[in-house]
């Protein structure tokens, strides 16, 4: 069996670049609105920083200046996804192209607009990871029912890199012959804040 050399090397790539077209008008971004003062793209990027992760690298596309205004200061990588209206795809083929991903074991792919989702619980799924030695895809879930973040080993990069459109990892997990283990981080799993209203719930403000 191939031996991985070190399968605590989980690159995270933060997609923060969509439409969030259900979000508001077309200008709006709910990762823009604000988390106890602070933008919801930061919140999540933080909360990537402070785990076990190796690297974090953020997609942004839709109003990048202000997103990246909103990340100044954080120990990131900011990676610019010029095709971002085709959809999610792209993004993760962003992802793929920067040294911290490329030198990567594990790709954990999170999604911005979650703002549920701990380091505790990034943190849960990289240790899953690294003890299935860097084999295996790991799923975040809640109740039986799969969610995000997830994470990617090296074996499945190449198909990554030829996504089409608006997919994400659900589909090369579907079609993989590689091991899925599942972990139970709670409903932050599935608890994403796409509209104003679910956002609002979740204490967000919009300014």
């Excluded at 943190?123 to 799923?139: C, H, M, P, T, Y």
């Excluded at 990069?157 to 079609?175: C, S």
């Amino acid at each position: 069996m191939e031996r991985i050399a070190d399968p605590s090397k989980v690159a995270v790539v933060l997609l923060a670049a969509g439409l969030a077209s259900r979000f508001g008008t077309d200008t709006d971004s709910n990762l823009l609105a604000l988390f106890d003062g602070i933008p919801l793209v930061r919140r999540s990027a933080v909360r990537a920083c402070e785990s076990m992760a190796h690297s974090v690298t953020v997609i942004v596309g839709f109003r990048a200046p202000e997103l990246i205004s909103a990340l100044s200061g954080l120990p990131i990588s900011i990676s610019h996804n010029p095709d971002f209206v085709s959809g999610m795809s792209s993004s993760l083929i962003t992802g793929m192209t920067t040294p911290q991903t490329q030198s990567a074991q594990g790709i954990l792919v999170m999604l911005a607009d979650m703002p549920s989702v701990s380091t505790a619980g990034i943190d849960l799924l990289i240790e899953a990871f690294v003890a299935q030695g860097g084999r295996s895809i790991i799923v975040a879930t809640y109740g039986n029912v799969r969610g995000n973040p997830v994470i990617l080993p090296r074996s499945l990069f190449g198909e990554v890199t030829r996504l089409k459109g608006d997919l994400g990892a659900r589909n090369i997990i579907r079609a993989s012959n590689v091991p899925v283990l599942e972990v139970d981080i709670g409903p932050s799993a599935l608890h994403d804040v796409d509209t104003v209203e679910a956002l609002v719930a979740a204490g967000g403000f919009v300014s």
